[in-house]
């Protein structure tokens, strides 16, 4: 507990990265790491060989569409001081869970804030594909690391900017790749796919814990309570 409470190395204080921004973006992958730099990056996706749009297509295009409204999302979450490793920011955990549940219910999930003896859990399900369709379960976390020393960030790290660098468009903040770009990276993806077919095509269930980065003391039991 005590390694987690350690403030982040000179590289990660000063550049938290959750990018490249652009359009015709496919998934990205996450989690490429070097020198402390978290990185994002985007495929490039292209139209099915037979001139016809399918239905990822329309999907796909929907996301291009409403890129600008994801990003605003993204940083809405982005600028919540998460920081599970100080009982200080207990209730912006809070306020960052209960953020989630207001979104994803928006959405058609059914949502709620479970409370645990440590930060919250979140836990979405959209079950409308009927019980013979597939079902998956994404887990994602929405608490940060600390950020101190502050003084090293070039700018305040809850106050996302999207800066170009070598030719292209990325965001920096605490927690815009780790992990809230990445939860949010399914839930925008799920949101595209039902404001264009209505439905998810599988049984869908999520899980977001706010204590990731404090070393998950809630989650055996609360899986084992649920």
């Excluded at 139209?47 to 600008?68: A, F, Y």
């Excluded at 595209?192 to 980065?213: C, K, S």
Aim: hydrophobic share 40%.
């Amino acid at each position: 507990a005590a390694a987690l409470q350690q403030p982040p190395d000179r590289d990660r204080g000063r550049h938290e990265v959750g990018g490249p921004l652009g359009q015709h973006p496919a998934w990205p992958r996450f989690g490429a790491r070097h020198s402390g730099i978290a990185e994002t990056r985007f495929l490039k996706r292209s139209k099915s060989g037979n001139n016809q749009m399918t239905k990822l297509d329309v999907v796909l295009d929907r996301i291009d569409t409403d890129l600008d409204a994801s990003i605003a999302r993204w940083f809405d979450l982005l600028r919540v001081p998460s920081i599970s490793t100080d009982p200080a920011y207990a209730a912006e955990c809070v306020k960052a869970a209960d953020w989630l549940v207001s979104q994803l219910t928006d959405m058609g999930f059914e949502t709620s804030r479970r409370d645990t003896p440590g930060h919250p859990m979140v836990i979405a399900r959209n079950h409308t594909a009927g019980e013979n369709a597939p079902h998956v379960l994404f887990y994602g976390h929405y608490d940060v690391q600390p950020v101190d020393p502050v003084e090293l960030w070039d700018a305040p790290p809850f106050e996302p900017e999207i800066r170009e660098v070598n030719g292209a468009r990325q965001v920096f903040a605490r927690g815009a790749a780790d992990d809230k770009g990445q939860l949010l990276t399914f839930v925008e993806a799920c949101r595209a796919y039902m404001a264009d077919n209505g439905q998810l095509p599988l049984r869908v269930t999520m899980l977001f814990e706010g204590e990731e980065e404090s070393g998950s003391p809630s989650l055996d039991a609360f899986l084992k309570a649920n």
